[in-house]
């Protein structure tokens, strides 16, 4: 009895620098999903999400237009509903996450690099979920899940390396 893991990433870069740190991308975030907790894994299902590899420049301009702030951004989550109810077939949403953030200080080391991205990917996917975090108690039930999550992955992922 094989157990399938339904999460799939489309994976998007419009920025060539993703690739000198993450070569395949696509990959790289099916692992990550993979190393969820089983909780996160939605087996049996079939649970779609797009991921845009983004940088300030274009961040920014999705920032102004959807959210009104003229700033650049870590991420930006797009839920298609706000209360997920998940059905076999499910589209979560849109994530972007900016290259320019995740490559601060520009000398740290790749691994560095990776699981920052991971970090902020699970922040984001969490939102795709409905998570949110306006209120404190909200906030602190968010960090406690991504955390969970973040360790989870980290355990399984030396081979992101």
């Not at 157990?3 to 000198?20: G, Y």
């Not at 930006?76 to 209360?83: A, D, G, M, Y």
């Not at 949403?93 to 902020?120: A, C, E, L, R």
């Amino acid at each position: 009895h094989t157990i399938i893991i339904m999460i799939n990433v489309d994976v998007l870069s419009e920025d060539n620098n993703w690739s000198k740190k993450i070569r395949k991308k696509k990959d790289f975030f099916c692992k990550v999903c993979k190393a969820f907790p089983k909780k996160y894994q939605f087996i049996n299902k079939k649970i779609f999400l797009t991921l845009l590899l983004s940088n300030n420049n274009n961040i920014k301009k999705l920032n102004k237009q959807f959210r009104n702030k003229n700033k650049p951004t870590d991420i930006l989550s797009f839920p298609i509903n706000k209360k997920n109810k998940l059905k076999n077939n499910s589209y979560l949403g849109d994530i972007i996450i900016s290259f320019n953030y995740m490559d601060k200080p520009k000398k740290q080391k790749v691994k560095i690099f990776k699981h920052k991205v991971i970090k902020t990917f699970i922040h984001g996917f969490l939102h795709l979920l409905g998570f949110d975090h306006l209120a404190f108690k909200d906030y602190k039930k968010m960090l406690k899940e991504e955390e969970k999550i973040y360790q989870s992955v980290i355990k399984k992922v030396n081979y992101l390396e």
